[in-house]
Nanobody, 123 residues
Framework: QVQLVESGGGLVQSGGSLRLSCAAS????????MGWFRQAPGKDREFVAG???????YYTDSVKGRFTCSRDNVKNTLYLQMNSLKPEDTAVYYC?????????????????WGQGTQVTVSS
């Protein structure tokens, strides 16, 4: 079992920054593929960023250059640094973990999900 708990969401002005954290349980963290997804009102859940055990990262085009995904395998924690936030980034952000994933961007590759944390960006 892997449990994921997100934190760091909140309300921020357009152009501001937030850092999301995802604390993971279990000794297998360093081997997990980790991802961030988000779901905006009236929209489907979409991939935001992901990171393999090796540290290789992936981003959806809309956040490239603004968001940075990283992991600390000692602390068993995943991070998403979000800069230059836009109102379009408003969504519930979910942390996800995959035990053995060939893909990173597909939600059905992930085995465990956090409860989500709300990010609201005002214009």
């Amino acid at each position: 079992q892997v449990q994921l708990v997100e934190s760091g969401g909140g309300l921020v002005q357009s152009g501001g920054s937030l850092r999301l954290s995802c604390a993971a349980s279990g000794r297998t963290f360093s081997s997990l593929t980790m991802g961030w997804f988000r779901q905006a009102p009236g929209k489907d859940r979409e991939f935001v960023a992901g990171i393999r055990w090796s540290g290789i990262t992936y981003y959806t085009d809309s956040v490239k250059g603004r968001f940075t995904c990283s992991r600390d395998n000692v602390k068993n924690t995943l991070y998403l640094q979000m800069n230059s936030l836009k109102p379009e980034d408003t969504a519930v952000y979910y942390c996800a973990a995959a035990l053995r994933a060939w893909g990173v961007k597909e939600s059905d590759e992930y085995d465990y999900w956090g409860q989500g944390t709300q990010v609201t960006v005002s214009s």
